[in-house]
């Protein structure tokens, strides 16, 4: 079992920048992957980015990708994610999970665990 809970939500304006961060109650095992995925109102929750915590391979969605980055200290167990050169079309709840179901981790069917959200806002 593990926890997990993240920060660094906000409001800010488009073109702005926001890190956000998701702090796991255990260390991660070197085969967990550990995702960042959002929800805008009325949407499905998608995929962001993911990161392979032992390896530290990354993928990331195309909406995002060369704006969002996605790291890990695997000292303090947490995951972050950079979030620069934000739209008004990023606002949403940003979730991070984690899978230990040795998938892919593109998919939110792919992790077992979740966090409860942090709101991102993005003005224009």
């Known amino acids: 079992q593990v926890q997990l809970a993240e920060s660094g939500g906000g409001l800010v304006q488009a073109g702005g920048s926001l890190r956000l961060s998701c702090a796991a109650s255990?260390?991660?095992?070197?085969?967990?992957?550990m995702g960042w995925f959002r929800q805008a109102p009325g949407k499905e929750r998608g995929f962001v980015a993911r990161?392979?915590?032992?390896?530290?391979?990354?993928s990331y969605a195309s909406s995002v990708k060369d704006r969002f980055t996605i790291s890990r200290d695997d000292a303090k167990n947490t995951m972050y994610l950079q979030l620069n050169n934000l739209k008004p079309e990023d606002t949403a709840i940003y979730y991070c999970a984690l899978s230990s179901t040795l998938q892919p981790g593109l998919r939110v069917n792919e992790y077992n665990y979740w966090g409860q959200g942090t709101q991102v806002t993005v003005s224009s």
């Open positions: 255990r260390r991660p095992s070197g085969t967990n992957v």
């Open positions: 990161i392979r915590w032992g390896s530290g391979s990354t």
